[in-house]
């Protein structure tokens, strides 16, 4: 049925036999067994951040040793995302979930009775490891087993879990830290996870084909220096330790930078890529892959300045901080099935060009922030920004991955959750690299800059300036965003028989 394009699928009736498996398999098992991993692998990704303060003090280490819990999760991710293309291709649906998912639980078993800071860090890196192997997996079998007419409202399910579960991470870790020691961050998402590896080895079936590519050893070497260069550089400016001038910095971009370009160049030339960039052919995906960049960098501009405007410039509790920013990540989770079920309906047009133009009122709004600006206000600002994303982020996700042929799903979606990686690393480093010139312009014009008054200010004022750059940002998404329009596979037939509807 399908055929054999770039080595990936193979065409006769092994094809057919496997496309007729997946028309009589049950969604709602699968959905549910993805659903329940993913949700416990994300939010075990901010569940330690509230920990940080405790950790130095236990540990005896310093703030940018802590942060490599962080910069080492989001590292590991970044390298491991690219390779899932190729993975998809050898190992099948149930062995990619449950291996991710017992990587993830062994990880946090090692965090769990970690006796030092090293076997934290490990931990922290092998659960980093599954979590990496999730999301592309999950992203690919939804393209799998759901038609193009229904994979909005299944992708918004999943937004809704990757937008919740980080929202609510911050503020359960607060409340089981304010009972428990940092440790029960990991027991408490422990069964959770054996659970889900337990119901996944009942319930999920195999809906890829496994066809065995090639593995070209140096495609692995440069995408790992690639990608892994461009996120630990970015990620290290974003930290502080240094700046843009320190060497582990601009050595690590470059080096990136260069692998990348090497890394592209190889994958033209061969005829079995590990990661196939030629989906960017595809001009709905081309676009989609820059609408998910300034998207990414735009919400990693409120997740980083937000807090810090509130608590530094401010003078925000740390508890008004999360009671601040909470109500806008639960939203966005709630209101992701709900976009996702008017995409099916309406199309990517009615969400997407709405949600830009929120990005922009917003993003022009919290650029002229003040010492008078309420908490209310500041509520209200987030909710909204977060109901714009996410009008833009599963719409044009699912719209941009509809385009592609079906061996190319992998592909897809292994590039747009590695370019989302990488523009967080960028978002985050960039945007407190704006913020600091800010701040340093503003005291540099003051007679005492040692005043805490006028810290605050020139708080408000870097976070002024960083967000009227995010405000082009979102400009340039709006403007983009007009060009957006309906897709369709070029291999997808509107009478092939599809899965039975959700049980």
């Not at 408000?460 to 400009?475: E, H, K």
Request: charged share 10%.
């Amino acid at each position: 049925m399908f055929q054999k394009q770039g080595g990936v699928f193979v065409s006769g009736s092994n094809s057919t036999s496997i496309h007729n498996e997946i028309t009589e398999i049950k969604r709602a098992p699968i959905m549910i067994s993805l659903i329940m991993g993913a949700f416990f692998a994300i939010l075990n990704e901010t569940l330690l951040n509230v920990a940080f303060t405790d950790l130095i003090v236990e540990f005896n280490v310093s703030a940018p040793t802590i942060q490599w819990l962080a910069t080492g999760f989001m590292l590991v991710v970044g390298i491991l995302v690219p390779i899932t293309a190729l993975l998809t291709g050898w190992f099948t649906t149930r062995q990619m979930f449950i291996g991710a998912m017992i990587l993830f639980t062994i990880g946090t078993i090692i965090c769990g009775f970690a006796p030092n800071f090293s076997f934290l860090l490990l931990g922290r890196l092998i659960q980093a490891g599954g979590t990496g192997l999730l999301m592309p997996v999950m992203m690919n079998t939804i393209l799998l087993i759901y038609p193009p007419h229904k994979r909005g409202g299944a992708m918004g399910t999943i937004g809704l879990v990757i937008m919740f579960a980080p929202a609510i991470g911050p503020t359960l870790s607060g409340i089981i830290l304010e009972a428990l020691n940092w440790r029960w961050l990991f027991f408490i998402v422990l069964p959770f996870a054996v659970f889900s590896i337990v119901f996944a080895s009942i319930y999920l079936k195999n809906v890829s084909e496994v066809t065995k590519p090639k593995v070209d050893f140096i495609s692995v070497i440069l995408s790992t220096l690639g990608f892994g260069g461009i996120v630990f550089g970015f990620s290290s400016a974003g930290e502080g330790s240094g700046g843009w001038t320190h060497p582990e910095v601009y050595i690590s971009v470059i080096v990136g930078i260069v692998s990348l370009i090497l890394f592209v160049i190889r994958q033209l030339r061969l005829e079995e890529p590990m990661l196939d960039v030629r989906v960017f052919k595809y001009p709905m995906f081309a676009l989609t892959a820059v609408l998910l960049i300034i998207t990414m960098m735009t919400l990693f501009s409120t997740i980083i300045l937000l807090p810090m405007l509130l608590r530094g410039g401010l003078a925000f509790t740390a508890f008004m901080t999360g009671i601040a920013l909470l109500p806008g990540g639960l939203i966005n989770g709630l209101i992701s099935p709900i976009t996702g079920k008017l995409f099916d309906k309406f199309g990517p047009r009615k969400l997407v060009i709405p949600g830009t133009i929120i990005l922009v009122v917003i993003m022009y709004l919290f650029s002229n922030v003040t010492k008078e600006t309420s908490i209310i206000t500041f509520i209200v600002l987030h909710t909204l920004l977060s109901i714009g994303i996410a009008m833009i982020m599963m719409p044009t996700q699912t719209n941009g991955l509809n385009e592609l042929t079906r061996n190319h799903y992998s592909h897809g979606t292994a590039i747009l959750n590695t370019l989302q990686q990488v523009a967080a690393a960028i978002g985050v480093a960039f945007f407190i690299s704006i913020m600091s010139t800010g701040q340093s312009r503003y005291l540099s014009g003051v007679d005492d800059p040692t005043s805490a008054n006028e810290i605050a200010n020139s708080m408000i004022s870097g976070v002024q300036m960083a967000f009227t750059v995010g405000l082009v940002f979102a400009i340039i998404g709006l403007i983009l965003s007009f060009f957006i329009k309906r897709t369709v596979a070029p291999d997808y037939v509107e009478n092939e028989p599809v899965q039975k509807p959700l049980h």
